[in-house]
Every structure is written in C-alpha cells, then in structure tokens.
C-alpha cells in the first residue's frame, strides 16, 4: 500500500464521509451558532480563519468585495445609531456603545463569509442540491415539494454567480441572457445510521443553540 492510500484510508477513518444532507446541516447549525459568539471566542474564530486554505480565503476575500458597501452600512447603522456615551465631545459623534455593538455584528458577519466561502469551496453544487433536497424530503406533510425546492435553489445559485456587475442599471438590460438548458447529476443515495446519528446530534445542538 502506497503512503497515499494510507493517508485516504486514515482521514476516512478518523473523518468519514457523511451524507450531503448531514454536511449541508452542519453548515447551517454552524451559521446559527456564529450568532452566539461575542468578545474572545469571537476573536478567536476569525483569526484560526486566517489558515484556511488559498482558496477559501481567495474565495472569502471576492465575497467581501462583494458585500463591502453592506458593511459599511451596517457599521454605520451600529455606530451612530446605537444610543450611549459619544466617542468625542461635539456634532457627528459615534457611541462607545454602538461602536462596540457594530464591531461584534460586523466580526460575525466576516465570519460568517469565511465558512460560506468554505462551504461553497468544499461542496460542489450537485452536492449541495442533493443535501437540501434529503433535508426537505421529511417536510412533504407540510406541504413543501422537495424537487421544486431543490430547483429553485438551483435557479438562485446560478442567477447569482451569472449576474453581472453593472456600474449602473442600464448594463442589466444590457445583460446576456443565462442558458436554460442545464443538467445537474444529483446523489439520492439513503441516509446511514451514521448520517441519523449526526442529524439527530445536530437537532439536539438547535434545540440547546435556541434555548441558551
């Protein structure tokens, strides 16, 4: 056996791979549970995601591009419109209060592009599709078609990787228009008792997220 092969079977070992809906609700219980953070474990988060690999951080780097002027709103929101004690005596003054309030919103939101550029990196669309589409099978009472979700989600994903950006809104008329014809090979393979198990966890963590 090769040292390669000793390395595939040790990560398939110590990390086995899990269904794509257990993966695709791992992502969503982490985004929950980033809300939770303030202060050092906050702190702590963004600068372990400064290892990430290249292209996860490439990839984070072109999503914060992308939402800067959202940023910039939202501190601006936080800092001025927070009341409390001004930063300085006189007009246009921030407050100490809300300066900390748009620093914390401001460090979850970055996190939050982080393991969403991770997520996207890490999972392929078809994969992704797959997740979402064995996570909303058990909704089917409530009246929600899994399929008809699952190709919405698919038609969003694509509109915004295809979506230009215009420097004004006459460039969208402008804007080709995307191919509707597309084939996308999704895994309907059954969940194991392993993937139970992880979801089962995973309920048990939203249950604790909400109630703390």
Not at 51 to 78: E, P
Not at 88 to 108: F, K, N, V
Not at 176 to 201: V, Y
């Amino acid at each position: 056996m090769r040292p390669s092969d000793y390395r595939v079977f040790a990560n398939t070992l110590v990390f086995p791979t899990f269904h794509p809906a257990v993966r695709l609700a791992g992502w969503l219980l982490a985004l929950l549970a980033i809300q939770r953070l303030s202060g050092v474990p906050l702190l702590l988060a963004l600068a372990l995601s400064v290892f990430a690999g290249s292209a996860i951080r490439q990839r984070a780097g072109r999503l914060i591009r992308r939402t800067r002027w959202l940023l910039l709103s939202l501190f601006a929101v936080f800092a001025w419109g927070v009341a409390g004690d001004p930063l300085w005596a006189g007009w246009g003054a921030p407050t100490r209060e809300g300066l900390d309030e748009a620093a914390l919103q401001l460090g979850r939101l970055l996190l939050v592009l982080v393991v969403v550029a991770a997520f996207l990196e890490k999972m392929p669309l078809g994969t992704l599709l797959s997740g979402a589409r064995r996570l909303l099978q058990p909704l089917r009472w409530t009246g929600i078609d899994a399929d008809r979700g699952v190709i919405r989600l698919m038609l969003a994903l694509r509109y915004a990787e295809a979506l230009p950006r215009p420097r004004d809104w006459r460039s969208l008329l402008a804007a080709p228009a995307t191919p509707l014809a597309e084939s996308i090979e999704l895994d309907d393979s059954p969940l194991r008792g392993r993937d139970r198990l992880a979801l089962a966890l995973g309920l048990i963590g939203l249950v604790a997220l909400l109630g703390g």
